[in-house]
């Protein structure tokens, strides 16, 4: 059976990706900051207790990635999916706000990366030897027409880097490094004005995920397979 850790896996797209790899058949490891109020998440577990179990993470927070690392230290992982991250509003006339930007790349584009440490002895285990890091397409240094958003596209380019740099460095292990776009997307952070449903996105993405090869290590991919430009 394969094997997925989730984080952010309470709501929006990462509870779609819990949805989809159960009915699949994969076991989950689906990661929420606070599992006592994750009642969509709990359901959805109890739906799959075979396959679904529900852990505690605060991405933002390194002891807790540790611990739930050496939680499942005997556990392989075919698929690690940084999902978790956070949108702050900075916008063109705004006062810089220091701890609001430092909060969003601790969690945007810190945390994916000591997800990646901490969990590299079960990915190495695993059969594909996967590491998926949600993005932002307004990231892309390239694709900014529109400007502001400062903290949020700053945060998504920096952890855009670290990907790249995590598919050079693991390459030797066999690890792929992927940065997806999961497109603007119908949730709480898209609005309601997105474009695309959770579960469009999701299986697009999963798609995407599936046909990876190793050569495609340090990609930036959007959910319908399209390269993103940096």
Not at 83 to 107: P, R
Not at 200 to 213: D, E, F, N, P, Y
């Amino acid at each position: 059976m394969k094997t997925t850790l989730i984080t952010g896996a309470n709501r929006g797209i990462g509870l779609e990706f819990s949805r989809q790899y159960a009915v699949d058949g994969w076991r989950v490891f689906a990661c929420t900051r606070h599992p006592e109020k994750s009642d969509a998440l709990n359901t959805l577990a109890a739906e799959f207790p075979q396959q679904i179990t529900v852990h505690k993470l605060d991405v933002g927070d390194h002891a807790q990635i540790e611990k739930l690392a050496r939680s499942l230290v005997n556990e392989s992982i075919d698929l690690l999916l940084n999902n978790a991250g956070i949108y702050t509003s900075c916008h063109k006339d705004d006062n810089i706000d220091q701890e609001a930007w430092m909060h969003a790349f601790l969690v945007n584009t810190i945390a994916p990366l000591k997800m990646a440490q901490a969990f590299a002895p079960q990915i190495a285990r695993g059969s594909q030897k996967k590491i998926i890091t949600l993005s932002s397409k307004m990231g892309s240094i390239a694709d900014n027409s529109g400007g502001g958003s400062y903290i949020y596209r700053s945060s998504k380019a920096a952890v855009n880097m670290v990907v790249k740099s995590l598919a050079i460095d693991l390459k030797s292990a066999g690890v792929t490094a992927v940065v997806l776009h999961p497109g603007w997307v119908k949730t709480d952070m898209g609005g309601l004005n997105a474009l695309i449903s959770t579960e469009q996105s999701v299986s697009g993405m999963r798609h995407v995920i599936s046909q990876l090869t190793r050569a495609d290590s340090g990609k930036f991919i959007a959910y319908d397979g399209q390269t993103i430009p940096w």
